[in-house]
């Protein structure tokens, strides 16, 4: 069963860094896309970042020029560098991969999401 585990999340001080890492196991194929999503209570989920196979990237105007989204593909695992931070990033912050499970013989998509890791930023 594919799993995602978010961790680096925490308590920041505006202005300071976070660097969050999702690590995806357990049956993985191949990974299309890895994003970070971040949820407020009371709002939706939003998009943050997202990088493709190809390391195509793109982010949320809101946090352009101050995150940045790598991957090492090797490893399956996703980073997201925060720099800059702001107390409006304050969320619970998701990792979600979409992909393929199994083997060559037989393989099946996945669209997985972790449990979320909390940051929050502090004036």
């Known amino acids: 069963q594919v799993q995602v585990v978010e961790s680096g999340g925490g308590l920041v001080q505006a202005g300071g860094s976070l660097r969050l890492s999702c690590a995806a196991s357990?049956?993985?194929?191949?990974?299309?896309?890895m994003g970070w999503y971040r949820q407020d209570p009371g709002k939706q989920r939003e998009l943050v970042a997202l990088?493709?196979?190809?390391?195509?990237?793109m982010y949320a105007d809101s946090v352009k020029g101050r995150f940045t989204i790598s991957r090492d593909s090797a490893k399956n695992t996703m980073y997201l560098q925060m720099n800059s931070l702001k107390p409006e990033d304050t969320a619970v912050y998701y990792c979600?991969?979409?992909?393929?499970?199994?083997?060559?013989?037989?393989?099946?998509?996945?669209?997985?999401w972790g449990k979320g890791t909390l940051v929050t930023v502090s004036l």
């Open positions: 979600n991969v979409k992909g393929m499970k199994g083997s060559i013989l037989y393989r099946s998509p996945v669209d997985v």
């Open positions: 357990g049956g993985i194929y191949s990974i299309n896309a």
């Open positions: 990088i493709t196979s190809g390391g195509s990237t």
